[in-house]
């Protein structure tokens, strides 16, 4: 089984910065064409975040975290991240990890708890 595991959530103040952590156990993620993040508010539905393909590094991202959050990944380290600056109000959800082997995400993470503060 692939299981994806997320961290670096946190409270943090308005204006501040997380950096969210997700690593895989059981398969390598260069193998995946796509890895994303995707996030839940309360009483939302889970959105889209950012998603960066492995091979290339061709990266997406939906409008309002333009110039604030970044998707990047480590080979090495078998790891993505999304740092996530100026935070606002607004960015408070549980984020998930996602991986996509081809055109549909698969595999999901267990989330991690983001708090931002006015």
């Known amino acids: 089984q692939v299981q994806l595991v997320e961290s670096g959530g946190g409270l943090v103040q308005a204006g501040g910065s997380l950096r969210l952590s997700c690593a895989a156990s059981?398969?390598?993620?260069?193998?995946?064409?796509?890895m994303g993040w995707f996030r839940q508010a309360p009483g939302k539905e889970r959105e889209f975040v950012a998603s960066?393909?492995?091979?290339?590094?061709?990266?997406y991202y939906i409008d309002s975290v333009k110039g604030r959050f970044t998707i990047s990944r480590d080979n090495a380290r078998n790891t993505v991240y999304l740092q996530m600056n100026s935070l606002k109000p607004e960015d408070t959800a549980v984020y998930y990890c996602a991986a996509a082997p081809n055109t549909t995400w698969d595999y999901w993470g267990q989330g991690t708890q983001v708090t931002v503060s006015s």
């Open positions: 059981a398969r390598t993620l260069s193998t995946f064409a796509t």
């Open positions: 960066i393909r492995w091979s290339g590094g061709n990266t």
